[in-house]
């Protein structure tokens, strides 16, 4: 009845751009290879520049350390993950990430034994004299604000002779006082042995969050004889 075998049928032709200059001929196999070639060169590139970029963020601006020990109570916690910026490092001052500044938690290369890493925070600023006086800190005298203290953690409350800060050098504490290894023991911090500034806690997740600087106040006027005086 019907014949759909192919000799029986007839060409009504073959389509040519020479019937037509706007006919474009298009061999669907051959572009779709190459459409899937030209897609996956575009995927291989973007894939090598997004790892060119964590390679350069990891290496000039941020790294991740891990807290040991609990030198920073109640700040930080043993085994709390951190991203410090790099930028003070390679001493970038044109941003404000780059400064140094009191009250800043630093990571930094032990000065007695380089291979080891502290974490703490800036006490004393380079041509200031530190002095700590029955657990209270003195900044040239005056007495520093540290609210970010805990009584649990500074119940011993000792006392230290005045340290004079060299230039490019920093004094720095732990704020678990009574658990802490830092300047009051083994000295100053050179500068370009502190490679980072902490900014970001992103584990453990209940913590995660950006941490926060405080205010550093010291008292102008009230010398540290008045404060014991109100105390007692």
Same mark, same amino acid.
């Given at each position: *009845?019907?014949?759909?075998?192919?000799?029986?049928?007839?060409?009504?032709?073959?389509?040519?751009? !020479?019937?037509?200059r706007d006919i474009e001929v298009q061999k669907l196999k051959t572009e779709s290879r190459q459409g899937l070639w030209f897609e996956s060169m575009r995927l291989l590139r973007d894939i090598v520049l997004i790892i060119a970029v964590f390679i350069l963020f990891g290496v000039f601006i941020a790294q991740p350390v891990v807290v040991?020990?609990?030198? *920073?109570?109640?700040?930080?916690?043993?085994?709390?993950r951190l991203l410090v910026n790099k930028l003070?490092?390679?001493?970038i001052q044109s941003v404000s990430w780059g400064h140094l500044r009191r009250g800043d938690i630093v990571v930094f290369w032990y000065p007695k034994?380089?291979?080891?890493?502290?974490?703490?925070?800036?006490?004393?600023?380079p041509g200031e004299t530190v002095e700590v006086r029955s657990g209270i800190i003195?900044?040239?005298?005056?007495q520093l604000e540290?609210?970010?203290?805990?009584?649990?953690?500074?119940?011993?409350?000792?006392s230290f002779p005045p340290r004079k800060v060299d230039e490019h050098y920093y004094f720095v504490m732990g704020d678990n006082r009574d658990n802490s290894s830092d300047s009051r023991y083994w000295g100053?911090?050179?500068?370009?042995y502190i490679y980072?500034? !902490?900014?970001?806690?992103?584990?453990?997740?209940?913590? !995660?969050?950006?941490?926060?600087?405080?205010?550093?106040?010291?008292?102008?006027?009230?010398?540290?004889?008045?404060?014991r005086a109100e105390s007692e």
């Open positions: *009845m019907f014949d759909f075998q192919r000799k029986n049928q007839f060409d009504f032709g073959v389509v040519s751009p !020479a019937d037509d040991e020990g609990t030198s *920073m109570l109640p700040q930080l916690h043993d085994g709390e003070v490092y390679y001493k034994d380089p291979e080891k890493s502290y974490v703490k925070r800036i006490i004393g600023l003195l900044i040239n005298g005056k540290e609210n970010y203290l805990d009584t649990e953690h500074n119940q011993s409350l000792p100053l911090v050179p500068e370009k980072g500034k !902490a900014f970001f806690r992103y584990w453990k997740p209940s913590n !995660a969050g950006f941490l926060e600087h405080g205010e550093y106040n010291i008292q102008e006027e009230r010398k540290i004889d008045d404060v």
